[in-house]
């Protein structure tokens, strides 16, 4: 596929200086990319790569002299760059329909245009909504429900009742409803409580490789519509996280949890359970968060605290060495000093 | 499924009060029940869910006025609350024998009234036992064997020859048997340690999603009884985990330590190689033990320590900034404090 | 399978000593050894195991009087147990060919002696080299090509377009090629950026199982030759590990990143975005690495710093209590002092 870089600048807003004619055909970064390809320039460390590019066009924020051939000016030169990779990027790859190597029950509700590839299983009175695309190895549960257009990577596992919205992407190895981790003690035992409710996933969501987001106890594990999460992430029971929040790899979500909307997880990052965590808060990576965080409030390390605080102590903590030198220090004097004072 | 409030109170062990004859059809939270429905109170912080919920019954541990239906008063609310949901939820969805559409070995022994779904896998010698349940993509490799009722969610692997007990639950994506991570150093390069071992695990475990435990290097690593894994959990070759212990989320325990009975092993936490864990002891979220910890003890911080000192150290840690005011303050004073006694 | 003393003093170019006609059928620990079975002895802790074994022979580093029966004497005596290990070792169970009941593109390219088990899927144009066993639930994408000799266990994703090379092991769940985790900000959403790229992963290369390695958005996520990764392992985009690099379990590596050669990550431990970690460095377990670490380096503690440094500060923290008490006790001193001069 080949588009103008007039079009391109409508696509995105920006405004094209040079030759708007030229053809594109895909999307690089300034070092690998070459004829035909257009690249983004937003970080001044890499001038000297922009200098050397071999791409055909670039999206800047300002004119840039050091690019000698047209240029697509954006107010957001990565954002206009993802709009354009979108364009040209090949679409997922589909089935034509329903293989007869999967195992769809009969009494399952199957849209149209849908791609399910072999080795696919799909349980009664699943829903499976139009072009919806799933891969090998997924597994759809009884009565689950899948929206229109979700794509589900290999070897996913949707487990009974859960219900997937529309738009939605879930990367290979997840699993979306197993049972959620609640027991009671008797004596020395640990008694199952069965976990009866389900995951609902809102639309445009985005779930990485190998997460595991765990069925509700009762009620609903609740993951908000444009909501990202990266690879190993682990969700559990009856979290519910709002609209456009983002959780980074490995990070883990205690049970009952509440995220707001807009929030920021960092990486290995742990929440304990039954938490409110207030709309457009971040918590740093690494951090063990033990209480609530304010909205907006930007919290990092174990537990934690304010960023700027951890910061503070990061420092001390690097200098506790010289503390307890000038503590012994201050030891000396102080006995010097007694001995001259008892002295006189 | 309806059961009578007289039942339930047979099934508790706990005294009703009230009409004991009205059927219960199901479980919930207080919030969220509706008629037909039994919720428990344990939490003095709900006492307004319990005013409005709209359940029909409520299990408590002692008469609550608050609430204007039947009451079932048990020791342990919740526990019984466990009790009542276990026997009212719907079992787990079986599959009529073993699918044509499952590939078993002819070798392999399987069952009476196995549930083998479309899409498992069993291979030569393997041993499935009565009333087992393999959901899709579950693989199951020559000559493992899997105890009676045991329950293996989809695309689970229990890699050759490792041994699986009775009334075991496993959640999707769970790997048991990979090869132990075993490499000697030879100059530069790793060299691999056959793994020879198996993974036994035993009766009444329910192991969470996407774990990984791995085979031992010779002999087994050793999962006891009533052992809980929440998800994502490391387990290493030739660790043993003595009975009713239970590990969080995203904990990793390393090679050939050796855990006891009824420990806690927090969220995140690690635990290294060839350590010794009392029985009864807990590590607290996000710990990281390198020594050992004794029956009973309490742990957590990095380097795991005794608890107290860790939340003592953790508020002091909070407090650096304040200590080095202090020791500047005290700096200060000693100076002044020597020319004043030097001029003397 | 055995062989002779005197072939196991060849293979691991050790000295004999004893009856080196006696015959070895596999290898054990020196617990658990019995009769035609070699172990090794490296660790003087053992010696009351040595001494009991049921062993036939034993590898040691120099000759030990307490074993009673013909030695090996080599260098590295657990390497040379490594080398035997291997050679006396099962082959992995193999599959007679292609099965029908694997769903195999006809556009694919499939080398002589494989073993493709059923329920595999292969992609279109996808390139299967020689001698290449993949388990079954594995799925590999369009073009996606194995090398030879390689082998794949259960319900591995090797995503479209991903290079494996020569020799490798993958272990079961893990997923080569997901998307990275690529986003930018539109005002309080998402947008996501499209990763092209792939991930390559060269010859002798072993993968734990569960393990996530990101595709990259452009290029390639690149794991070097001889590479081991632990369970539980997450790759982001775009990062290159060096040639013999060893990866622990749970640790995470950030997208961008460059590891060098036979470095050492540990368990648990996160290395941020976009870091150079020079040739040869070790990073400790449970590290949080935020800059750069040189060739050779080893660091600790979070955020990371050299390990000496963070060996003395560990046990300051621990001091901190007393640390406390000693500036209480100053303050008090210096006010007594205070007053003493002030009086005079």
């Not at 829903?127 to 929206?147: Q, S």
């Not at 990485?208 to 987001?213: F, K, L, M, R, V």
């Not at 009952?256 to 740093?284: W, Y």
């Amino acid at each position: 596929m080949n588009i103008s870089l007039e079009e391109i600048g409508q696509v995105t807003g920006g405004r094209v200086v040079g030759d708007d004619g030229i053809a594109i055909s895909g999307v690089n970064s300034l070092n690998e990319a070459g004829p035909g390809e257009i690249c983004f320039f937003a970080d001044q460390r890499l001038s000297e790569e922009l200098k050397k590019t071999r791409g055909s066009a670039v999206i800047v924020s300002v004119e840039n002299q050091l690019f000698n051939g047209p240029q697509v000016v954006a107010a957001n030169p990565e954002l206009a760059f993802a709009r354009v990779a979108t364009l040209l990027s090949p679409a997922i790859a589909g089935y034509p329909g329903v293989s007869e190597r999967a195992v769809v029950h009969e009494s399952s509700v199957i849209g149209r245009n849908v791609s399910i590839y072999p080795l696919v299983y799909v349980g009664k009175e699943a829903v499976i909504g139009d072009d919806v695309i799933l891969f090998p190895g997924v597994f759809v549960g009884d009565r689950a429900r899948i929206g229109v257009r979700t794509v589900i990577h290999p070897n996913v596992a949707v487990l009974r009742d859960c219900v997937i919205g529309k738009d939605v992407i879930i990367h290979a190895g997840t699993v979306i409803g197993a049972d959620g981790f609640g027991f009671v003690r008797d004596g020395r035992t640990s008694v199952k409580i069965p976990q009866t409710g389900i995951v609902q996933i809102d639309d445009q969501v985005e779930i990485g490789a190998n997460n595991c987001i765990d069925r509700a106890t009762f009620g609903r594990t609740w993951i908000g519509s444009r909501v990202k999460t990266d690879n190993l992430v682990q969700i559990g029971h009856n979290v519910v996280i709002g609209d456009d929040t983002v959780v980074v790899a490995q990070a883990g979500i205690a049970g009952s949890t509440r995220i707001g909307r807009g929030v920021m997880i960092g990486p290995q990052s742990g929440l304990i359970d039954h938490l409110e965590i207030g709309d457009g808060a971040m918590i740093a990576g690494r951090s063990g968060v033990a209480k609530a965080v304010g909205a907006g409030e930007i919290v990092s390390g174990v537990p934690a605290m304010p960023h700027r605080l951890w910061l503070k102590i990061t420092g001390l903590i690097k200098r506790l060495p010289r503390l307890d030198e000038r503590v012994r220090s201050l030891e000396k004097k102080v006995k010097e000093l007694e001995k001259l004072v008892e002295m006189e």
